[in-house]
């Protein structure tokens, strides 16, 4: 009796529970709109929204080689098969009004002359700018960004990039990649923001925020997509699209948290990491794309899968035995679209699994409602249409000149003995190397192209880093000799020769364009005729200035005594010549700190939150360059460092203070960053973790007092039970140089 009293409470309960959420969802006109589409909706029209194909679908190539729409294949597309999304540039960059015209077309299509009039969501990778829009505001990559260690000024970028990608009519943006690159050798660790989860949760949450201001629907924002959910970038093996084994507890200490903090951040979308953790392809996986993300994390937008991933559950990662299998496993699992993208094979398989009862449709409705809310909420059913009045407002000086900013406080000096830098302005140089003179080696893979290796497609406004020295030094005093390629010596000889005749050698060594698995490499070592460029030019005496251009770290460690400095460009975008010549010769001050641990060797990498024993009995930690290291031509002292209190029970909250002086005599950007480390713990600690960052702005002289709020939850570590738990001890903070310790009760 007593059970069944109890029983019909918890039914009530749950009955008004419901009864009051209907209420309210249907007060907001965006529930109304999903609610009476879904109803009217054939299974076709479902699952046509589930649809994600790409622009090469519907088009052609025209005489120009040039792909552009082909009205007959796109209204197969749009009005045969109600694909909800349509995706990519079809090979290369676009005009503005080029795309607007594609997106006016489609739009007209999908709003006129579909039954329901519903519009496409048009997506594409905007992933430093909007990369694939000529003339667009091209930012530094995201490992740069995180090295300026300035959220104000990645909120700027966002804010820009958001802008110009829906001033190109495009709503949706494949950005911000959140995988924390613990495997440098993994190609896609120019896309992140390094290896720190803290870092990366604060850039990637900051981005989020300015890409969708909060409201989707204000006509210069889109939606974001934080992606790849979950692991992708730790690869064992070091190759994109491959193994990672990852523990759940490293998963929640780790990868879990940039992700857990762009769903906090309201992040309307998210793609799937295209290979597996632990044995589960992530697009078959139901604990992590529903149980995790949406029961845990309360994510509550659309999951789009990444490029052809559901079909490669049975080409590639054989969890299914056909089509059919892959389908069921990853609709099942929560993925809510397909990026199938080149055919309508996901569409008919889908369709016959509801048909056969394999697929509830209860399923379908609920993947098409969060579709369709997010199309509402971006105001697509209200204007479709490019707004043309944005083009005003694209690419303006002052974009570019945050893109310089951002490019500038990425630089990271990595070395400067004997004060080698600035160089003085009325000097003679070499410039040398294979990235001196190239735009597409500043900017990495997404740059114009998927691959970003068209150099003949790149603005011819913006300058190289030859270019940019050139117009410091008047070209009369510039050497270039490029002296080899990647892989080929062309003129080392030559190099040398010039180099007898000047004050100092530029030397921009690093990588060339790449961009997911063609990035691939076998060996972190930096290329054998660049290493031996270094050395020979060494030879001869005369400085050497070396410039990284590139988009992870590749070791240097036999070139390092050769360099009396070195300077860490990564892939600082189109103002990236300017930004370095800036820095070389003293027009800016460096401030950057490396978002990663840059290793000595090419094999043994651990990062900067290793565990102890990792540098104790025989062990030694000994990377090139520490996480978090950057120089400055001026210095900074650090002094004061405090707590408020002295001792603290769980749940409090406590400050952390340090004065910072610059004690140089140049004006200087310090990041500030502070360190916990617990002493002892159930699961072994890290030797400390970064749990806070500040970028303060000193003048010669000039001090100021960093303040940092803190609760006792920044001390937990994931415990036994996969949970976050205080143990309370001993812990100690630090920052720079200094250090303090306190207990927790
Ligand atoms: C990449 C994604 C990207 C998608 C669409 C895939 O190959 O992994 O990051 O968003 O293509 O271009």
Redesign the pocket.
């Known amino acids: 009796m007593r059970k069944k009293t109890i029983l019909l409470i918890a039914l009530l309960a749950t009955v008004s529970g419901c009864s009051n959420l209907t209420a309210k969802r249907a007060k907001d006109p965006v529930e109304t709109r999903v609610e009476s589409l879904l109803a009217k909706m054939t299974l076709e029209e479902k699952v046509g929204q589930m649809t994600q194909v790409t622009l090469e679908v519907v088009a052609g190539r025209s005489d120009n080689g040039y792909l552009e729409l082909d009205e007959k294949k796109l209204g197969d597309a749009v009005i045969n098969h109600n694909v909800g999304s349509i995706?990519?540039c079809g090979g290369q960059a676009r005009t503005l009004e080029n795309w607007h015209e594609i997106i006016t077309r489609i739009q007209d299509l999908a709003t006129k002359k579909t039954r329901l009039r519903i519009p496409i969501i048009y997506g594409i990778?905007a992933i430093h700018g909007v990369n694939y829009t000529l003339g667009a505001t091209i930012f530094p990559q995201s490992i740069a960004v995180a090295a300026t260690g300035n959220i104000e000024l990645m909120q700027k970028l966002s804010e820009i990039c958001a802008y110009e990608t829906r001033a190109s009519g495009i709503p949706w943006n494949?950005n911000p990649v959140l995988g924390l690159a613990r495997q440098p050798l993994w190609p896609r660790v120019y896309e992140t923001f390094g290896e720190n989860a803290y870092i990366a949760s604060q850039m990637g949450a900051a981005y989020v925020r300015a890409q969708q201001g909060g409201d989707i629907s204000q006509p210069t924002k889109v939606a974001a997509c934080m992606?790849?959910y979950l692991g992708y970038s730790f690869p064992l093996s070091g190759r994109d699209r491959t193994p990672a084994w990852i523990p759940e507890r490293q998963l929640r200490e780790l990868f879990l948290k940039p992700f857990a903090a762009a769903v906090e951040a309201g992040v309307a979308t998210a793609?799937v990491n295209?290979s597996e953790i632990n044995g589960i392809p992530v697009h078959a996986s139901k604990f992590l794309l529903t149980d995790l993300l949406r029961g845990e994390l309360g994510f509550e937008g659309f999951v789009v899968s990444?490029?052809a991933d559901i079909e490669n559950l049975y080409t590639r990662e054989m969890v299914a035995a056909d089509r059919r299998e892959a389908v069921k496993q990853a609709v099942l699992a929560g993925i809510d679209m397909s990026?199938v993208p080149y055919d309508y094979s996901f569409y008919d398989t889908l369709i016959e699994l509801v048909k056969a009862g394999e697929v509830p449709m209860q399923r379908i409705d609920q993947a098409v409602a969060r579709i369709l809310r997010v199309k509402a909420r971006l105001g697509l059913f209200e204007n479709p249409y490019p707004n043309k009045a944005l083009a005003a407002g694209f690419a303006t000086e002052a974009s570019r000149k945050v893109n310089l900013q951002v490019a500038t406080e990425a630089v990271t000096l990595l070395k400067n003995d004997n004060n080698t830098l600035p160089l003085r302005k009325g000097i003679k140089v070499l410039v040398t190397g294979p990235c001196a003179d190239k735009l597409s080696y500043l900017n990495g893979g997404w740059t114009i192209t998927w691959q970003g290796d068209k150099e003949e497609l790149y603005p011819a406004e913006k300058f190289t880093i030859l270019e940019a020295i050139q117009n410091r030094l008047g070209k009369q005093n510039v050497t270039y000799v490029q002296a080899v390629e990647f892989d080929k010596e062309t003129d080392i000889a030559g190099a040398v020769a010039e180099a007898g005749q000047v004050d100092a050698v530029i030397a921009c060594v690093g990588e060339p364009t790449y961009c997911?698995t063609p990035g691939n490499i076998d060996d972190l070592t930096m290329t054998a005729p660049q290493l031996k460029l270094i050395e020979e030019l060494a030879a001869t005496g005369k400085p050497i200035i070396l410039v990284l251009v590139e988009g992870r770290p590749r070791v240097i460690r036999t070139i390092v005594d050769k360099a009396p400095a070195i300077l860490m460009a990564y892939l600082p975008g189109m103002e990236g010549g300017r930004a370095v010549a800036d820095i070389i010769f003293g027009d800016a001050n460096p401030s950057g700190k490396l978002p990663f641990t840059y290793p000595k060797y090419s094999s043994g990498h651990i990062c900067y939150d290793h565990k102890p024993s990792e540098e104790k009995s025989g062990n030694k930690f000994d990377p090139q360059w520490q996480f978090g290291h950057g120089l400055s031509y001026t210095t900074f002292k650090y002094d004061d460092l405090k707590l408020d209190k002295s001792e603290l029970a769980i749940g409090d909250n406590f400050t952390v203070s340090v004065k910072v002086t610059n004690t140089g005599n140049r004006p200087g950007k310090e990041i500030v960053q502070l360190f916990v480390s617990d002493i002892v713990a159930t699961i072994t600690p890290p030797v400390k973790s970064l749990k806070r960052f500040d970028k303060v702005d000193l003048k010669p002289g000039g001090s100021e007092t960093v303040t940092f709020k803190l609760n006792t939850d920044d001390l937990a570590f994931i415990g036994l039970d996969n949970k976050p738990v205080v143990e309370p001890g001993q812990f100690k903070i630090s920052v720079a140089n200094l250090s303090k310790t306190f207990d927790v009760k």
Request: proline fraction near 0%.
């Open positions: 995706l990519n990778d494949f992606k790849h793609m295209s990444d490029w990026m997911e």
